[in-house]
Protein backbone atom coordinates (compact mmCIF):
# COMPACT_ATOMS: atom_id res chain seq x y z
CA UNK A 1 0.00 0.00 0.00
CA UNK A 2 1.19 3.33 -0.88
CA UNK A 3 2.42 5.74 1.91
CA UNK A 4 0.04 8.94 1.91
CA UNK A 5 2.57 11.84 2.20
CA UNK A 6 0.75 14.39 4.22
CA UNK A 7 1.03 18.06 5.49
CA UNK A 8 -0.36 19.48 8.57
CA UNK A 9 -1.99 22.88 8.34
CA UNK A 10 -1.87 24.71 11.81
CA UNK A 11 0.13 23.59 14.62
CA UNK A 12 -1.66 24.67 17.76
CA UNK A 13 -2.40 22.38 20.60
CA UNK A 14 -4.15 19.46 19.10
CA UNK A 15 -1.75 19.33 16.03
CA UNK A 16 1.20 19.27 18.75
CA UNK A 17 -0.56 16.73 21.04
CA UNK A 18 -2.54 14.34 18.55
CA UNK A 19 -1.53 14.87 14.94
CA UNK A 20 2.19 14.71 15.09
CA UNK A 21 2.67 11.40 17.01
CA UNK A 22 -0.04 9.78 15.59
CA UNK A 23 1.15 10.39 12.08
CA UNK A 24 4.74 9.58 13.26
CA UNK A 25 3.48 6.25 14.62
CA UNK A 26 1.49 5.53 12.00
CA UNK A 27 3.76 3.55 8.77
CA UNK A 28 0.87 4.45 6.22
CA UNK A 29 1.98 8.33 6.77
CA UNK A 30 5.04 10.37 5.82
CA UNK A 31 4.96 13.90 7.30
CA UNK A 32 6.27 15.76 4.66
CA UNK A 33 5.17 19.45 5.65
CA UNK A 34 3.85 21.98 8.41
CA UNK A 35 2.37 25.34 7.59
CA UNK A 36 2.24 28.00 11.12
CA UNK A 37 1.26 31.43 10.85
CA UNK A 38 3.20 32.11 13.78
CA UNK A 39 6.37 30.49 12.15
CA UNK A 40 6.35 27.01 14.03
CA UNK A 41 8.59 24.11 12.59
CA UNK A 42 8.35 20.32 13.50
CA UNK A 43 11.58 18.45 13.12
CA UNK A 44 9.93 15.68 11.31
CA UNK A 45 8.59 17.71 8.30
CA UNK A 46 10.89 18.28 5.37
CA UNK A 47 9.29 21.57 4.90
CA UNK A 48 7.71 24.57 6.73
CA UNK A 49 5.97 27.13 5.60
CA UNK A 50 3.85 30.17 7.08
CA UNK A 51 1.31 30.45 4.81
CA UNK A 52 -0.85 27.36 4.23
CA UNK A 53 -0.70 28.47 0.02
CA UNK A 54 2.91 27.75 -0.29
CA UNK A 55 2.10 23.82 1.47
CA UNK A 56 -0.71 23.41 -0.96
CA UNK A 57 1.58 24.28 -4.27
CA UNK A 58 4.28 21.30 -3.28
CA UNK A 59 3.30 18.41 -6.03
CA UNK A 60 4.16 15.74 -3.61
CA UNK A 61 1.78 16.47 -0.91
CA UNK A 62 -1.17 13.46 -1.04
CA UNK A 63 -3.17 15.05 1.85
CA UNK A 64 -3.69 17.36 4.30
CA UNK A 65 -4.57 17.78 7.94
CA UNK A 66 -6.38 21.21 8.73
CA UNK A 67 -5.95 21.68 12.62
CA UNK A 68 -6.80 25.74 12.39
CA UNK A 69 -9.30 27.52 14.25
CA UNK A 70 -12.56 26.30 12.60
CA UNK A 71 -13.50 30.13 11.56
CA UNK A 72 -11.30 29.54 8.57
CA UNK A 73 -11.11 25.85 7.78
CA UNK A 74 -13.80 26.01 5.01
CA UNK A 75 -11.12 28.56 3.02
CA UNK A 76 -8.47 26.29 3.46
CA UNK A 77 -9.88 23.00 2.50
CA UNK A 78 -11.96 25.04 -0.22
CA UNK A 79 -8.09 25.41 -1.43
CA UNK A 80 -6.96 21.98 -0.64
CA UNK A 81 -9.16 20.05 -2.77
CA UNK A 82 -8.75 22.24 -5.66
CA UNK A 83 -5.20 22.12 -5.24
CA UNK A 84 -5.43 18.32 -5.46
CA UNK A 85 -5.06 17.50 -2.08
CA UNK A 86 -7.07 15.43 0.02
CA UNK A 87 -8.32 16.88 3.34
CA UNK A 88 -9.20 15.75 7.02
CA UNK A 89 -10.68 18.61 8.82
CA UNK A 90 -10.40 18.33 13.20
CA UNK A 91 -13.76 18.94 14.35
CA UNK A 92 -15.81 20.79 14.48
CA UNK A 93 -14.99 20.47 10.38
CA UNK A 94 -16.73 24.16 9.53
CA UNK A 95 -17.90 27.16 11.13
CA UNK A 96 -21.24 26.43 10.02
CA UNK A 97 -23.77 23.58 8.23
CA UNK A 98 -23.51 25.13 4.84
CA UNK A 99 -20.01 25.31 4.55
CA UNK A 100 -19.83 21.76 5.40
CA UNK A 101 -21.86 21.13 2.66
CA UNK A 102 -20.28 23.13 0.32
CA UNK A 103 -16.88 21.30 1.12
CA UNK A 104 -19.23 17.38 0.38
CA UNK A 105 -19.89 19.31 -2.99
CA UNK A 106 -16.54 20.35 -3.85
CA UNK A 107 -15.53 16.79 -2.76
CA UNK A 108 -17.60 14.93 -5.17
CA UNK A 109 -16.53 17.34 -8.11
CA UNK A 110 -12.63 17.12 -7.14
CA UNK A 111 -12.64 13.48 -6.56
CA UNK A 112 -10.70 14.16 -3.65
CA UNK A 113 -10.95 12.51 -0.10
CA UNK A 114 -12.76 14.70 2.58
CA UNK A 115 -12.93 13.19 6.07
CA UNK A 116 -14.79 14.77 9.04
CA UNK A 117 -13.57 13.92 12.31
CA UNK A 118 -15.49 13.33 15.48
CA UNK A 119 -14.51 12.85 18.78
CA UNK A 120 -14.46 9.04 20.22
CA UNK A 121 -16.35 7.97 16.72
CA UNK A 122 -13.55 4.93 16.43
CA UNK A 123 -13.11 4.18 20.14
CA UNK A 124 -13.51 0.58 20.37
CA UNK A 125 -16.27 0.89 23.04
CA UNK A 126 -18.37 3.20 20.53
CA UNK A 127 -17.95 1.09 18.21
CA UNK A 128 -18.96 -2.34 20.24
CA UNK A 129 -22.22 -0.41 21.73
CA UNK A 130 -23.13 0.18 18.10
CA UNK A 131 -22.89 -3.45 17.45
CA UNK A 132 -24.89 -4.06 20.74
CA UNK A 133 -28.00 -1.89 20.20
CA UNK A 134 -28.34 -2.52 16.03
CA UNK A 135 -31.32 -3.37 15.34
CA UNK A 136 -33.16 -2.97 19.37
CA UNK A 137 -36.01 -0.40 20.38
CA UNK A 138 -34.82 2.14 22.58
CA UNK A 139 -36.33 2.69 25.45
CA UNK A 140 -34.02 5.27 27.30
CA UNK A 141 -31.12 7.39 26.23
CA UNK A 142 -29.40 9.84 29.01
CA UNK A 143 -26.72 11.65 27.96
CA UNK A 144 -24.66 13.08 30.88
CA UNK A 145 -21.68 15.54 29.57
CA UNK A 146 -20.85 17.34 32.55
CA UNK A 147 -17.67 19.27 33.12
CA UNK A 148 -15.77 22.32 34.36
CA UNK A 149 -15.26 25.03 32.00
CA UNK A 150 -12.78 26.58 33.96
CA UNK A 151 -10.66 23.75 33.93
CA UNK A 152 -10.64 22.59 30.17
CA UNK A 153 -10.78 25.65 28.34
CA UNK A 154 -8.94 28.51 30.96
CA UNK A 155 -9.13 32.56 29.73
CA UNK A 156 -10.93 30.83 26.14
CA UNK A 157 -12.68 33.87 25.37
CA UNK A 158 -13.86 32.75 22.05
CA UNK A 159 -15.61 29.38 22.71
CA UNK A 160 -17.91 32.26 24.52
CA UNK A 161 -18.55 34.07 21.33
CA UNK A 162 -21.86 33.79 19.18
CA UNK A 163 -20.65 30.75 16.84
CA UNK A 164 -18.31 29.59 19.74
CA UNK A 165 -20.85 26.66 20.75
CA UNK A 166 -20.57 27.66 24.37
CA UNK A 167 -21.65 24.01 26.08
CA UNK A 168 -21.87 22.27 22.71
CA UNK A 169 -18.07 21.97 21.84
CA UNK A 170 -17.70 19.29 24.58
CA UNK A 171 -21.53 18.58 23.92
CA UNK A 172 -20.72 17.84 20.21
CA UNK A 173 -18.65 15.07 20.80
CA UNK A 174 -21.40 12.89 23.29
CA UNK A 175 -23.62 13.72 20.20
CA UNK A 176 -21.11 12.54 18.01
CA UNK A 177 -20.97 9.00 19.83
CA UNK A 178 -24.95 9.30 19.96
CA UNK A 179 -25.29 9.32 16.01
CA UNK A 180 -23.10 6.04 16.28
CA UNK A 181 -24.34 4.08 18.18
CA UNK A 182 -28.19 4.31 18.26
CA UNK A 183 -30.04 1.90 15.04
CA UNK A 184 -31.77 4.98 14.19
CA UNK A 185 -32.04 8.76 13.86
CA UNK A 186 -32.44 10.72 16.72
CA UNK A 187 -33.99 14.12 16.21
CA UNK A 188 -34.09 17.58 18.61
CA UNK A 189 -37.76 17.36 19.77
CA UNK A 190 -36.97 20.45 22.73
CA UNK A 191 -33.54 22.56 23.60
CA UNK A 192 -33.22 24.96 26.62
CA UNK A 193 -30.22 26.97 26.71
CA UNK A 194 -28.77 28.60 29.55
CA UNK A 195 -27.23 32.09 28.87
CA UNK A 196 -24.92 33.42 31.41
CA UNK A 197 -25.85 36.93 31.52
CA UNK A 198 -22.36 38.07 30.00
CA UNK A 199 -21.98 36.22 27.67
CA UNK A 200 -23.08 35.17 24.18
CA UNK A 201 -23.09 30.93 24.15
CA UNK A 202 -24.54 28.74 26.68
CA UNK A 203 -22.80 27.59 28.97
CA UNK A 204 -25.20 24.76 29.58
CA UNK A 205 -28.38 22.84 28.04
CA UNK A 206 -30.96 20.35 28.29
CA UNK A 207 -32.37 18.69 25.18
CA UNK A 208 -34.93 15.89 24.46
CA UNK A 209 -34.97 13.75 21.10
CA UNK A 210 -37.54 11.67 19.47
CA UNK A 211 -36.91 8.91 17.46
CA UNK A 212 -39.36 7.66 14.59
CA UNK A 213 -40.39 4.81 16.43
CA UNK A 214 -41.26 4.11 19.81
CA UNK A 215 -41.73 7.01 22.72
CA UNK A 216 -38.94 6.42 24.35
CA UNK A 217 -37.08 8.96 27.38
CA UNK A 218 -34.19 10.13 24.76
CA UNK A 219 -32.38 13.11 27.33
CA UNK A 220 -29.48 15.07 27.07
CA UNK A 221 -27.88 17.34 30.17
CA UNK A 222 -24.54 19.06 28.87
CA UNK A 223 -23.43 21.40 32.09
CA UNK A 224 -19.94 23.18 31.78
CA UNK A 225 -20.10 24.51 35.65
CA UNK A 226 -19.12 21.09 37.27
CA UNK A 227 -16.51 21.06 39.51
CA UNK A 228 -15.03 17.89 41.28
CA UNK A 229 -15.45 14.52 39.33
CA UNK A 230 -16.07 15.13 35.68
CA UNK A 231 -18.80 13.32 33.75
CA UNK A 232 -19.00 12.13 30.43
CA UNK A 233 -21.33 9.34 30.26
CA UNK A 234 -24.22 7.70 28.15
CA UNK A 235 -26.60 5.30 29.03
CA UNK A 236 -29.12 3.66 27.01
CA UNK A 237 -31.77 0.79 27.60
CA UNK A 238 -33.82 -0.87 25.03
CA UNK A 239 -37.17 -2.24 25.36
CA UNK A 240 -36.07 -5.93 25.41
CA UNK A 241 -34.14 -4.70 28.91
CA UNK A 242 -30.46 -4.37 27.86
CA UNK A 243 -29.07 -1.59 29.69
CA UNK A 244 -25.99 -0.09 28.27
CA UNK A 245 -23.32 2.59 29.53
CA UNK A 246 -20.73 4.30 27.86
CA UNK A 247 -18.28 6.34 30.36
CA UNK A 248 -15.30 8.10 30.54
CA UNK A 249 -16.26 9.92 26.94
CA UNK A 250 -16.43 6.78 25.70
CA UNK A 251 -13.48 4.70 26.03
CA UNK A 252 -15.43 2.64 28.50
CA UNK A 253 -18.63 0.29 27.91
CA UNK A 254 -20.40 -1.84 30.16
CA UNK A 255 -23.67 -3.68 29.62
CA UNK A 256 -25.96 -5.08 31.94
CA UNK A 257 -23.42 -4.19 34.47
CA UNK A 258 -20.55 -6.26 32.83
CA UNK A 259 -17.54 -4.18 31.93
CA UNK A 260 -17.10 -5.08 28.08
CA UNK A 261 -14.27 -2.51 27.08
CA UNK A 262 -12.07 -0.08 29.02
CA UNK A 263 -9.17 1.03 27.02
CA UNK A 264 -7.11 4.36 27.38
CA UNK A 265 -9.02 6.49 24.67
CA UNK A 266 -6.91 5.63 21.38
CA UNK A 267 -8.94 8.23 19.47
CA UNK A 268 -6.46 9.67 16.86
CA UNK A 269 -4.78 6.09 15.83
CA UNK A 270 -8.18 5.22 15.08
CA UNK A 271 -8.80 8.68 13.11
CA UNK A 272 -5.62 7.84 10.74
CA UNK A 273 -6.16 4.38 10.35
CA UNK A 274 -9.83 5.44 8.73
CA UNK A 275 -7.95 8.24 6.94
CA UNK A 276 -5.66 5.64 5.25
CA UNK A 277 -8.85 3.38 4.64
CA UNK A 278 -10.31 6.23 3.13
CA UNK A 279 -7.21 7.83 0.61
CA UNK A 280 -6.84 4.11 -0.37
CA UNK A 281 -10.27 3.54 -1.87
CA UNK A 282 -10.95 7.36 -2.78
CA UNK A 283 -13.77 7.32 -0.58
CA UNK A 284 -15.36 10.63 1.16
CA UNK A 285 -16.66 10.67 4.54
CA UNK A 286 -18.32 13.61 5.19
CA UNK A 287 -20.79 13.50 8.11
CA UNK A 288 -22.23 16.55 9.21
CA UNK A 289 -25.06 14.43 11.67
CA UNK A 290 -23.54 15.79 15.00
CA UNK A 291 -23.55 19.36 13.88
CA UNK A 292 -26.87 18.95 12.35
CA UNK A 293 -28.08 18.56 15.87
CA UNK A 294 -26.09 21.18 17.41
CA UNK A 295 -27.58 23.68 15.01
CA UNK A 296 -31.31 22.15 15.48
CA UNK A 297 -30.32 22.54 19.08
CA UNK A 298 -29.84 26.48 18.74
CA UNK A 299 -32.62 27.06 15.97
CA UNK A 300 -35.42 25.63 18.34
CA UNK A 301 -33.48 26.55 21.58
CA UNK A 302 -35.37 28.28 23.98
CA UNK A 303 -33.06 30.96 25.75
CA UNK A 304 -33.04 31.45 29.55
CA UNK A 305 -30.82 33.71 30.98
CA UNK A 306 -28.76 32.56 33.71
CA UNK A 307 -25.89 34.16 36.34
CA UNK A 308 -23.21 35.98 34.62
CA UNK A 309 -20.01 33.38 34.12
CA UNK A 310 -16.65 34.77 34.81
CA UNK A 311 -13.51 32.51 34.08
CA UNK B 1 -48.98 11.43 -19.46
CA UNK B 2 -51.24 10.29 -16.41
CA UNK B 3 -53.31 12.06 -13.78
CA UNK B 4 -51.48 12.17 -10.34
CA UNK B 5 -54.36 11.22 -8.13
CA UNK B 6 -53.64 13.08 -4.76
CA UNK B 7 -54.70 13.80 -1.42
CA UNK B 8 -54.40 16.94 0.85
CA UNK B 9 -53.56 16.66 4.50
CA UNK B 10 -54.28 19.59 6.58
CA UNK B 11 -56.75 21.84 5.49
CA UNK B 12 -55.59 25.20 6.98
CA UNK B 13 -55.49 27.93 5.21
CA UNK B 14 -52.77 27.49 3.22
CA UNK B 15 -54.63 24.62 1.97
CA UNK B 16 -57.79 26.88 1.07
CA UNK B 17 -56.46 29.88 -0.08
CA UNK B 18 -53.58 28.06 -2.60
CA UNK B 19 -53.89 23.66 -2.65
CA UNK B 20 -57.02 23.37 -3.22
CA UNK B 21 -57.72 25.85 -6.10
CA UNK B 22 -54.34 25.13 -7.78
CA UNK B 23 -54.68 21.71 -7.83
CA UNK B 24 -58.50 22.23 -9.39
CA UNK B 25 -57.04 24.46 -12.29
CA UNK B 26 -54.36 21.73 -13.17
CA UNK B 27 -55.03 18.88 -15.46
CA UNK B 28 -52.16 16.69 -14.82
CA UNK B 29 -53.77 16.24 -10.76
CA UNK B 30 -57.16 14.74 -9.08
CA UNK B 31 -57.94 15.75 -6.00
CA UNK B 32 -59.06 12.34 -4.15
CA UNK B 33 -59.16 12.88 -0.73
CA UNK B 34 -58.47 15.62 1.69
CA UNK B 35 -57.91 15.07 5.53
CA UNK B 36 -58.86 17.39 8.52
CA UNK B 37 -58.31 16.48 11.99
CA UNK B 38 -61.01 19.58 13.00
CA UNK B 39 -63.20 17.28 10.50
CA UNK B 40 -63.65 19.61 7.48
CA UNK B 41 -64.39 18.37 4.01
CA UNK B 42 -64.13 19.43 0.34
CA UNK B 43 -66.99 19.50 -2.10
CA UNK B 44 -63.80 18.50 -5.19
CA UNK B 45 -62.96 15.43 -2.90
CA UNK B 46 -64.31 11.83 -3.37
CA UNK B 47 -62.88 11.01 0.54
CA UNK B 48 -63.08 12.77 3.88
CA UNK B 49 -60.93 11.64 6.65
CA UNK B 50 -60.16 13.12 10.45
CA UNK B 51 -57.29 10.93 10.64
CA UNK B 52 -54.62 11.01 7.50
CA UNK B 53 -53.74 7.35 8.67
CA UNK B 54 -57.11 6.70 6.84
CA UNK B 55 -55.93 8.36 4.18
CA UNK B 56 -52.95 6.51 3.65
CA UNK B 57 -55.10 3.38 3.02
CA UNK B 58 -56.56 4.58 0.18
CA UNK B 59 -54.70 2.56 -2.85
CA UNK B 60 -55.71 5.17 -5.51
CA UNK B 61 -53.58 7.80 -3.83
CA UNK B 62 -50.30 8.23 -5.39
CA UNK B 63 -49.45 11.06 -3.61
CA UNK B 64 -49.87 13.55 -1.03
CA UNK B 65 -49.32 17.27 0.25
CA UNK B 66 -48.92 18.07 3.82
CA UNK B 67 -50.09 21.43 4.65
CA UNK B 68 -50.53 20.13 8.41
CA UNK B 69 -48.09 22.71 11.10
CA UNK B 70 -44.35 22.34 10.30
CA UNK B 71 -44.28 20.22 13.97
CA UNK B 72 -45.89 16.85 12.60
CA UNK B 73 -45.05 16.89 8.73
CA UNK B 74 -42.32 14.78 9.43
CA UNK B 75 -44.05 12.01 10.88
CA UNK B 76 -46.76 12.26 8.37
CA UNK B 77 -44.43 12.24 5.85
CA UNK B 78 -42.32 9.60 6.77
CA UNK B 79 -45.48 7.01 6.99
CA UNK B 80 -46.70 8.04 3.53
CA UNK B 81 -43.26 7.51 2.38
CA UNK B 82 -43.99 3.81 3.53
CA UNK B 83 -47.02 3.61 2.63
CA UNK B 84 -45.73 4.36 -1.38
CA UNK B 85 -47.15 7.85 -1.61
CA UNK B 86 -45.10 10.69 -2.72
CA UNK B 87 -44.83 13.52 -0.61
CA UNK B 88 -45.30 17.54 -1.39
CA UNK B 89 -44.32 19.64 1.73
CA UNK B 90 -45.79 22.51 2.85
CA UNK B 91 -42.94 25.39 3.98
CA UNK B 92 -40.55 24.88 6.55
CA UNK B 93 -40.50 21.01 5.41
CA UNK B 94 -39.65 20.09 8.79
CA UNK B 95 -39.37 21.19 12.15
CA UNK B 96 -35.81 20.40 11.92
CA UNK B 97 -32.48 20.19 9.98
CA UNK B 98 -32.45 16.37 11.01
CA UNK B 99 -35.72 15.78 10.14
CA UNK B 100 -35.46 16.46 6.62
CA UNK B 101 -32.55 14.72 6.33
CA UNK B 102 -34.61 11.73 7.66
CA UNK B 103 -37.00 12.23 4.72
CA UNK B 104 -34.38 12.65 2.15
CA UNK B 105 -33.05 9.25 3.27
CA UNK B 106 -36.19 7.18 3.19
CA UNK B 107 -37.16 9.08 -0.48
CA UNK B 108 -34.22 7.59 -1.79
CA UNK B 109 -34.81 4.58 0.06
CA UNK B 110 -38.25 3.94 -0.72
CA UNK B 111 -38.28 5.18 -4.51
CA UNK B 112 -41.19 7.40 -3.88
CA UNK B 113 -40.82 11.62 -4.76
CA UNK B 114 -40.23 14.09 -2.05
CA UNK B 115 -40.50 17.75 -2.93
CA UNK B 116 -39.50 20.12 -0.92
CA UNK B 117 -41.64 23.81 -1.61
CA UNK B 118 -40.42 26.80 -0.84
CA UNK B 119 -41.69 30.32 -1.24
CA UNK B 120 -41.20 32.13 -4.52
CA UNK B 121 -38.36 29.47 -6.43
CA UNK B 122 -40.87 28.81 -9.46
CA UNK B 123 -42.01 32.68 -10.31
CA UNK B 124 -40.54 33.89 -13.56
CA UNK B 125 -39.17 37.08 -12.48
CA UNK B 126 -36.71 34.30 -9.65
CA UNK B 127 -35.99 32.41 -12.88
CA UNK B 128 -34.81 35.47 -15.00
CA UNK B 129 -32.49 36.70 -11.94
CA UNK B 130 -30.87 33.32 -11.75
CA UNK B 131 -30.51 33.36 -15.47
CA UNK B 132 -28.79 36.85 -15.24
CA UNK B 133 -26.56 36.17 -12.70
CA UNK B 134 -24.85 33.28 -13.88
CA UNK B 135 -21.45 33.26 -13.97
CA UNK B 136 -21.14 36.79 -12.81
CA UNK B 137 -18.97 37.86 -9.71
CA UNK B 138 -21.05 39.63 -7.12
CA UNK B 139 -20.24 42.58 -5.36
CA UNK B 140 -22.68 43.70 -3.24
CA UNK B 141 -26.33 41.57 -2.07
CA UNK B 142 -28.75 43.44 -0.09
CA UNK B 143 -31.89 42.02 1.05
CA UNK B 144 -34.53 44.08 3.04
CA UNK B 145 -37.70 41.55 4.56
CA UNK B 146 -39.28 44.49 6.42
CA UNK B 147 -43.37 43.85 6.87
CA UNK B 148 -45.61 43.89 10.17
CA UNK B 149 -46.17 40.91 12.13
CA UNK B 150 -49.18 42.25 13.17
CA UNK B 151 -50.89 42.35 10.12
CA UNK B 152 -49.55 38.79 8.91
CA UNK B 153 -49.65 37.02 12.02
CA UNK B 154 -52.32 38.75 14.71
CA UNK B 155 -52.63 36.73 17.47
CA UNK B 156 -50.53 33.51 16.33
CA UNK B 157 -48.53 32.97 19.32
CA UNK B 158 -46.48 29.45 18.08
CA UNK B 159 -44.34 32.19 15.90
CA UNK B 160 -42.94 33.46 18.94
CA UNK B 161 -42.34 30.28 20.59
CA UNK B 162 -39.36 28.43 20.59
CA UNK B 163 -39.22 26.57 17.35
CA UNK B 164 -41.43 28.97 16.02
CA UNK B 165 -38.93 30.65 13.79
CA UNK B 166 -40.15 34.08 14.80
CA UNK B 167 -38.70 36.94 11.53
CA UNK B 168 -36.63 34.26 9.98
CA UNK B 169 -40.68 32.41 8.97
CA UNK B 170 -40.98 35.32 6.31
CA UNK B 171 -37.12 35.66 6.42
CA UNK B 172 -36.62 31.99 5.12
CA UNK B 173 -38.61 33.07 1.92
CA UNK B 174 -36.19 36.08 1.35
CA UNK B 175 -33.50 33.14 1.69
CA UNK B 176 -35.21 30.67 -0.62
CA UNK B 177 -34.85 32.94 -3.50
CA UNK B 178 -31.26 34.54 -2.27
CA UNK B 179 -30.13 30.45 -2.68
CA UNK B 180 -31.80 30.40 -5.68
CA UNK B 181 -30.28 33.17 -7.62
CA UNK B 182 -27.09 33.56 -6.59
CA UNK B 183 -24.26 31.97 -8.63
CA UNK B 184 -22.83 30.15 -5.99
CA UNK B 185 -23.46 29.07 -2.41
CA UNK B 186 -23.77 31.46 0.28
CA UNK B 187 -22.75 31.57 3.84
CA UNK B 188 -23.65 33.28 6.92
CA UNK B 189 -20.60 35.38 8.34
CA UNK B 190 -22.40 37.18 11.38
CA UNK B 191 -25.84 36.95 12.64
CA UNK B 192 -27.18 39.14 14.76
CA UNK B 193 -30.60 38.33 16.54
CA UNK B 194 -33.25 40.81 18.84
CA UNK B 195 -35.30 38.85 21.08
CA UNK B 196 -38.17 41.40 22.42
CA UNK B 197 -37.53 40.67 26.06
CA UNK B 198 -41.45 38.53 26.97
CA UNK B 199 -40.39 36.54 23.49
CA UNK B 200 -38.37 33.05 22.66
CA UNK B 201 -38.24 34.03 19.33
CA UNK B 202 -36.17 37.39 16.99
CA UNK B 203 -38.29 40.16 16.01
CA UNK B 204 -35.62 40.68 13.77
CA UNK B 205 -32.39 40.06 12.47
CA UNK B 206 -29.40 40.87 10.58
CA UNK B 207 -27.31 38.87 8.73
CA UNK B 208 -24.21 39.36 6.67
CA UNK B 209 -22.47 36.30 4.03
CA UNK B 210 -19.60 35.46 2.37
CA UNK B 211 -19.27 33.59 -1.15
CA UNK B 212 -16.33 31.56 -1.66
CA UNK B 213 -14.75 34.14 -4.05
CA UNK B 214 -14.48 37.74 -3.76
CA UNK B 215 -15.07 40.15 -1.01
CA UNK B 216 -18.22 41.42 -2.22
CA UNK B 217 -20.70 43.24 0.79
CA UNK B 218 -23.29 40.74 1.34
CA UNK B 219 -26.34 41.28 3.74
CA UNK B 220 -29.75 40.87 5.09
CA UNK B 221 -32.19 43.05 7.01
CA UNK B 222 -35.10 41.24 8.30
CA UNK B 223 -37.61 43.15 10.45
CA UNK B 224 -40.93 42.44 11.69
CA UNK B 225 -42.01 46.09 12.68
CA UNK B 226 -42.52 47.61 9.56
CA UNK B 227 -45.56 49.45 9.56
CA UNK B 228 -46.61 51.50 6.38
CA UNK B 229 -45.39 49.86 3.06
CA UNK B 230 -44.42 46.41 3.44
CA UNK B 231 -40.69 45.71 1.89
CA UNK B 232 -39.73 42.35 0.14
CA UNK B 233 -36.81 43.21 -1.99
CA UNK B 234 -33.60 41.81 -3.11
CA UNK B 235 -30.82 43.65 -4.66
CA UNK B 236 -28.09 42.45 -6.66
CA UNK B 237 -25.09 44.21 -8.11
CA UNK B 238 -22.10 42.30 -9.96
CA UNK B 239 -18.87 43.25 -10.21
CA UNK B 240 -18.89 44.16 -13.88
CA UNK B 241 -22.09 46.59 -13.04
CA UNK B 242 -25.15 44.86 -13.03
CA UNK B 243 -27.85 46.25 -10.90
CA UNK B 244 -30.45 43.83 -10.76
CA UNK B 245 -33.58 43.96 -7.98
CA UNK B 246 -36.51 41.93 -7.34
CA UNK B 247 -38.94 43.07 -5.73
CA UNK B 248 -42.59 42.75 -4.33
CA UNK B 249 -41.19 39.43 -3.01
CA UNK B 250 -39.78 38.36 -5.95
CA UNK B 251 -42.40 38.75 -8.43
CA UNK B 252 -41.05 41.90 -10.16
CA UNK B 253 -37.24 41.68 -11.68
CA UNK B 254 -35.69 45.35 -12.58
CA UNK B 255 -32.38 44.77 -14.62
CA UNK B 256 -30.52 48.29 -14.79
CA UNK B 257 -33.68 50.13 -13.84
CA UNK B 258 -35.21 48.20 -16.73
CA UNK B 259 -38.57 46.10 -15.49
CA UNK B 260 -38.06 43.08 -17.28
CA UNK B 261 -40.74 40.70 -15.50
CA UNK B 262 -43.66 42.44 -13.58
CA UNK B 263 -46.94 39.78 -12.76
CA UNK B 264 -48.99 38.84 -10.06
CA UNK B 265 -47.57 35.83 -7.84
CA UNK B 266 -48.00 32.56 -9.68
CA UNK B 267 -45.76 30.71 -7.34
CA UNK B 268 -48.59 27.56 -6.39
CA UNK B 269 -49.39 26.78 -10.04
CA UNK B 270 -45.74 26.94 -10.61
CA UNK B 271 -45.36 24.88 -7.62
CA UNK B 272 -47.73 22.44 -8.79
CA UNK B 273 -46.34 21.97 -12.40
CA UNK B 274 -42.64 21.30 -10.64
CA UNK B 275 -44.47 18.94 -8.77
CA UNK B 276 -46.19 17.20 -11.86
CA UNK B 277 -42.30 16.72 -13.76
CA UNK B 278 -41.23 15.16 -10.10
CA UNK B 279 -43.87 12.97 -9.97
CA UNK B 280 -43.21 12.00 -14.12
CA UNK B 281 -40.24 11.36 -13.91
CA UNK B 282 -39.61 9.74 -10.41
CA UNK B 283 -37.29 12.47 -8.69
CA UNK B 284 -36.99 13.50 -5.43
CA UNK B 285 -36.06 17.66 -4.93
CA UNK B 286 -35.57 17.82 -1.32
CA UNK B 287 -33.44 21.35 -1.08
CA UNK B 288 -32.17 21.98 2.59
CA UNK B 289 -30.74 25.16 1.65
CA UNK B 290 -32.81 27.66 3.34
CA UNK B 291 -33.51 25.94 5.80
CA UNK B 292 -29.39 25.41 6.56
CA UNK B 293 -29.01 29.30 6.48
CA UNK B 294 -31.83 29.65 8.85
CA UNK B 295 -30.34 27.21 11.63
CA UNK B 296 -26.60 28.90 10.52
CA UNK B 297 -27.87 31.89 11.47
CA UNK B 298 -29.36 30.76 14.63
CA UNK B 299 -26.00 28.71 15.73
CA UNK B 300 -23.79 31.62 15.37
CA UNK B 301 -25.90 34.22 16.15
CA UNK B 302 -25.43 36.56 18.51
CA UNK B 303 -28.67 37.52 21.01
CA UNK B 304 -30.00 40.98 21.57
CA UNK B 305 -32.46 41.97 24.03
CA UNK B 306 -35.12 44.25 22.65
CA UNK B 307 -38.42 46.15 23.84
CA UNK B 308 -40.93 43.74 25.09
CA UNK B 309 -43.38 43.28 22.04
CA UNK B 310 -47.43 42.89 21.99
CA UNK B 311 -49.75 42.07 18.97
Known amino acids: MAVHRIGIIGLGKIAQDQHLPVIKSNPDFELLAVSSTRGLSHEDAKYTFQDYRELLKLPDVDAVSICTPPQVRHQIAREALLAGKSVLLEKPPAATLSELEDLRVLAAKTGKVVFTTWHAQYNKAVDEAKKALAGWSIKRLLVTWKEDVRHWHPGQQWIWEAGGFGVFDPGINALSIVT ?34 GQGDLQAVFDWRQTGPQTWDIEVETEAGMQLKLTHGGSCLEINGRVVVQEEPAEYQGIYRRFDALLTIGHSEVDDAPFRLVADAFMIGKREQVDAFED
Do not use: C, G, W, Y
Open 180 to 213: RIMPEPVFIKTSSLEFPANRDAPIAANLTFSMSH
